[in-house]
């Protein structure tokens, strides 16, 4: 091991302990490899960071982003939560199942776990804690019903994942759907069992009249997924345009149908978008960077060969693939984990003859059980930050909701058929 890669992953090590902004991490250690190693062309380097923004996939990334802003402000996530409400709210612990549907459903327009909790979750809270449902329970299907955000398409760590491993994006797509029902059933169960022993209130069961009635409210709403999943899916438009086109669904549904929302609101959605996308390209390039020093140095061969010296059973190289990612998303952001580990599973997968498009739900589906998880977990922080709620009491809430979680990871990872059935139903060569 060279002097110039210690010093880099002590310098990445050392500003990850102090709380520097993953770019920032990744940027500096990477610069000072390159000026420690010596005998590298910088114009390279600078090509190198350049050449990974310059890509078509990546611009569904703010599309997608301003997308769920608009739909947050705009009023659909209260249009989706009662029109579930209406076909759930009469079985035991009622609106948690309306918190697993609406975030499900939520998750085919807004393609981000952190867009549900922040939009949708604030609307779940609140109506769980006005029927009196107690905060562990409340925050903890919140959380993990979020996780669907970014496995149910459209998913914006998917086109991430697409970039970095160079696959179709249209495919990881659908081959979220089939994960994300699984994970909604087992939350279900999940919540099932624990309403039973808790006695949570019961709503009268709507009418059809009233399920009608939420029905067309929401119907603009709803039209979207179908919309964004069937042209992907007839290869009508790529997800990029999809991305674009979603933008111009919700515009047109929430400022000339449903009326809900200003064009001054409409310009700040426009700004925050800016504002949010920033950080999320700095990590692009600066992983781009990060990443190509981990291959100069030929890590990606180390960690290959370590594996496939333990085994070359398939399924216990899913496994392992399985505790790196969730100890990575335990302290990283999902994109510079992905943009970073990718590269080096890629060549196992291939040898072991895993499917790439597989490979990519279980990424997802591991660094989205990161969101939930500390020290990094962002979803913990919004919903501290949102309720002003003690961070270590949030991740005592939602400790116990890690349990369904960690079951539907196993089925997502051991029976394949379930992320590629659809892709292959529709002719996607999975």
Known sequence: MSTAFIAFLVIFVVF??????????????????????????????????????????LLAIPMFMMAGKI?????ITDRIFGFCRSLLGHFPGGLAYVNILSSFIFSGMSGSALADVGGL??????????????????????????????????????????????????????????????IAL?????????ARKRNYPVHPRASLKDVGKWFMKSFWALLMIAIILGGISSGLFTPTEASCISIAYCILAVCGIYRDMKPKELIRCV??????????????????????????????????????????NKWLILLMIDLILLFFGMILDSTPTILLLVPIFQ????????????????????????????????????????????????????????????????????????????????????
């Open 121 to 182: 979750g604030a609307v779940e809270i609140k109506a769980m804690r006005d029927e009196g449902y107690e905060d562990d329970f409340i925050f903890g299907v919140t959380a993990a019903s979020a996780t669907m955000g970014p496995i149910v398409p459209p998913s914006i760590p998917m086109v991430i994942y697409g970039a970095a491993a160079s696959v179709s994006v249209g495919t990881l797509f659908m081959a979220g759907v089939g994960p994300g029902i699984v």
């Open 71 to 75: 739909m947050n402000t705009g009023g």
């Open 271 to 312: 700004s925050d978008t800016v504002v949010d996308i920033v950080p999320a390209l700095a990590i692009v390039c600066s992983a781009s960077l990060f990443g190509w020093v981990l291959q100069f140095e030929h890590l990606g061969k180390l960690i290959l060969n370590g594996m496939l010296a333990v085994t070359t």
């Open 186 to 194: 087992v939350l279900g169960v999940y919540v099932f069992m624990t």
């Open 347 to 430: 060549p196992l997968v291939k040898q072991v003859g895993i499917s790439e498009i597989h490979l990519g739900v279980v990424v997802v589906l591991n660094l989205m059980i990161g969101l939930m998880t500390p020290p990094y977990g962002q979803s913990l922080f919004m919903l501290s930050g949102a309720t002003k709620t003690p961070f270590n009491k949030v991740v005592k809430y939602i400790a116990p909701w890690l349990i369904p979680m960690f079951i539907a990871l196993a089925l997502v990872t051991f029976f394949p058929w379930i992320c590629l059935t659809i892709p292959r139903i529709f002719g996607m060569g999975v």
């Open 16 to 57: 990850l302990f102090f709380g520097a902004p993953i770019y920032l991490s990744l940027l500096t250690s990477g610069l000072a490899y390159v000026f420690i190693h010596g005998g590298i062309d910088n114009m390279a380097v600078i090509a190198k960071m350049y050449g990974s923004l310059n890509n078509f996939v």
